[in-house]
């Protein structure tokens, strides 16, 4: 049987996780808690900086023609997919941390980055570091859909931010019968307590995440997974 996933993120890394989903034999549901848009934002001098953060593929998605003007910057990403957007947006010295964004400021930081931008959206982890002065550049916002919040049965619902896990919870009467799948211990405690399941991916990535709502859909514990409710 054929087990389901509502996926909650975002367009376009909605349609991507369905993706991903589906090469794994699971059955995506689409339904995104929040809606992307771009916002205006100054374009700082980039010769006032040695680096630029990203920690969401959306930030260079949404970025819009200003990026051009900071391309030439060491690009710092989190994740596959934010290295991936971008590549698309020609930035040409990139490179990718496999954790947050702390991690990757202590990266940068031991390459000798003392002065950097961050791109990011308007609810953000601000980011810091005691030898790196960050300046922040708000590039898109993230805002909430209204409506119902309905899941389908059995299916195993991802969450992967912590604003999003905190929407689902505040939106969602009953908690006891649901299968959440979180893509790091963060974002499950986000996601409070109460819930039928709750697990968070090994590592903060959508493959990650995915193998354990394939678990949970089959009624299994992940190895390495930290489950809590």
């Known amino acids: 049987m054929t087990g389901k996933v509502l996926i909650l993120r975002p367009e376009p890394g909605a349609s991507e996780t369905a993706a991903r989903a589906r090469a794994m034999g699971l059955e995506p549901v689409v339904r995104p808690l929040f809606e992307l848009s771009p916002v205006p934002w100054d374009v700082p001098d980039a ?9 969401s593929a959306n930030a260079a998605r949404l970025g819009g023609e200003g990026l051009s003007a900071l ?35 202590e990266a940068a930081a031991s390459d000798g980055v003392r002065r950097a931008l961050h791109l990011c959206g308007r609810d953000n982890i601000e980011l810091r570091h005691r030898d790196v002065m960050i300046e922040q550049r708000i590039v898109y916002a993230a805002d909430e859909v209204a409506g119902p919040m309905e899941v389908p ?5 991802l969450l992967h931010s912590a604003r999003a896990a905190a929407a689902f919870a505040r939106r969602v009467a009953d908690r006891s019968a649901i299968r959440i799948a979180a893509i790091s211990p963060a974002v499950a ?3 409070g307590d109460g819930w039928a ?25 992940p190895d390495g997974a930290g489950a809590g409710s």
Do not use: M, W
Not at 47 to 55: E, L, P, S
Not at 153 to 157: M, R, Y
Not at 207 to 218: I, K, T
């Open 189 to 191: 405690e986000a996601a």
């Open 47 to 55: 010769r006032r900086h040695d680096a630029i953060f990203f920690t």
């Open 71 to 105: 391309a030439a910057l060491p690009a710092y990403a989190v994740g596959e997919s934010t290295a991936a957007a971008l590549k698309a947006a020609r930035f040409a010295d990139i490179r990718t941390g496999n954790a947050d964004g702390a991690a990757l400021v």
């Open 153 to 157: 049965a059995g299916a195993v619902v």
């Open 197 to 221: 399941a709750k697990v968070a991916a090994p590592r903060p990535r959508d493959e990650a995440l995915l193998e354990v709502a394939r678990a949970l859909c089959q009624n299994s514990s």
